[in-house]
């Protein structure tokens, strides 16, 4: 994955196979990873802090 395709997942937000988490926490990242195991897969974006709401040039920016 390069910076543009990782620009474009955070862009897009949270979906059921993109989760962002700001704080790791054992039974909250397990049943992530379990869930996202018994479908298809996905992506975990451990975030500091989250990136909801930000723009393109300000996440380019941080």
Known sequence: ???KELLNIISAGEA???Q???AVDDDSIAAE???MSNSK???I???KPAPFGL???RIKDD
């Open 1 to 3: 994955m390069n910076s």
């Open 16 to 18: 059921s196979k993109v």
């Open 20 to 22: 962002f988490k700001q």
């Open 33 to 35: 990873m379990i869930a």
């Open 41 to 43: 897969g996905g992506i």
């Open 45 to 47: 974006l451990l975030t």
């Open 55 to 57: 723009s393109r040039a």
